[in-house]
């Protein structure tokens, strides 16, 4: 496994006591987008009155059940309804600072990072998962008995919204290695090549932690429980938003949301369309809630800008 040089410069064998990171390359979506693009036109300043709904393309989203969205919508708000496909979440924070959207569904860190380039979404709902969880959190993991040698942390995939390095105050002693994938991150983990793991667990309203998350994969790949201790949590970071623009009439956000709540939790092909990855009720959420994962993207960008 190669070890990325330390930060401080430390010569190897230093470095070999050193408290190590390993994380996946996911930073690129933080940081890609140009804030060139960015303003703050009205909603709907193309005078047709069309309300122009953001969703990333997938397989389930043929005419039909587009039909039917744009159908539902037009009905609830009261006008007409223009659905706008992006090919990913980078895209649909293309568009959201570009002004081509005025409702959409985004990943916590594709909110975090449209706002940064434009200030122009905020929040609205935010789904539940099935077992009540609202958000994850960042969670550092050890071995009970890991030497202090032999301490490499792995920062896995589903932590980077919530806790890139600094999230988790680890310290400028810390070197960070890249992973692709939380899988290769816990085989690492698992095969003794690190001593400690970075990975996630989910939380609920309170931010009481839910049983699952990394612990659960762990344990599943048959890693004794009792041999492992988390030492440190990250601020949580609520599930990602159904975000609006700022400049959208109250009575339109008002009904968009009420809307959304009279979906419930069916699997319906309505649902399905608009939320396709937690299945739990809706709860409001403001921008403030996403604070942690503006500070990650502003992080971010001043490390590799």
């Known amino acids: 496994m190669a070890i990325a040089p330390c930060r401080n410069g430390a010569e190897r064998d230093t470095a070999a006591r050193m408290r190590s990171v390993v994380l996946p390359v996911l930073f690129s979506l933080a940081v890609s987008v140009s804030p060139a ?3 703050d036109e009205p909603a709907n300043s193309d005078g047709g009155g069309s309300f122009r709904v953001g969703l990333v393309e997938r397989d389930d989203l043929d005419e039909t059940t587009l039909g039917a969205v744009r159908d539902a919508l037009s009905r609830a708000l009261g006008l007409k309804i223009e659905i706008v496909l ?6 649909m924070i293309d568009a959201a600072a570009a002004g081509q959207v005025d409702y959409g569904v985004y990943s916590a860190l594709a909110y975090a990072t ?3 380039l434009c200030a122009c979404m905020e929040p609205l709902l935010a789904p539940l998962g099935a077992d009540g969880s609202a958000g994850i959190r960042a969670v550092l993991i050890e071995e009970v008995d890991a030497a202090e040698e032999r301490l490499i942390a792995v920062m896995a995939e ?3 919204p919530t806790a890139h390095p600094g999230k988790i105050d680890m310290g400028p002693e810390w070197t960070i290695v890249e992973t692709t994938s939380m899988e290769k991150a816990e ?3 698992a095969d003794g090549e690190a001593g400690a793991l970075s990975g996630w667990e989910a939380v609920d309203e309170k931010g009481e932690a839910i049983a699952g998350g990394t612990l659960a994969r762990l344990a599943a790949a048959g890693i004794d429980g009792s041999r492992l201790r988390v030492v440190r949590r ?3 970071v609520p599930y990602g938003p159904h975000a609006v ?3 959208l009439p109250g009575q339109v956000k008002k009904a968009l949301g009420e809307f959304l709540v009279s979906l419930g939790e069916d699997h319906t092909r309505l649902r399905d369309a608009l939320e396709p990855r ?11 809630d996403y604070r942690h994962a503006i500070d990650a993207v502003k992080s971010i960008a001043e490390r590799d800008g």
């Open 86 to 91: 992006a090919r990913d979440q980078t895209a």
């Open 278 to 288: 937690l299945t739990g009720p809706f709860r409001p959420v403001v921008h403030d």
């Open 245 to 247: 623009r700022r400049t």
């Open 158 to 160: 589903y932590s980077v």
């Open 234 to 236: 990250s601020d949580p």
């Open 187 to 189: 085989r690492l983990f």
């Open 37 to 39: 693009m960015a303003t």
């Open 114 to 116: 449209a706002w940064r």
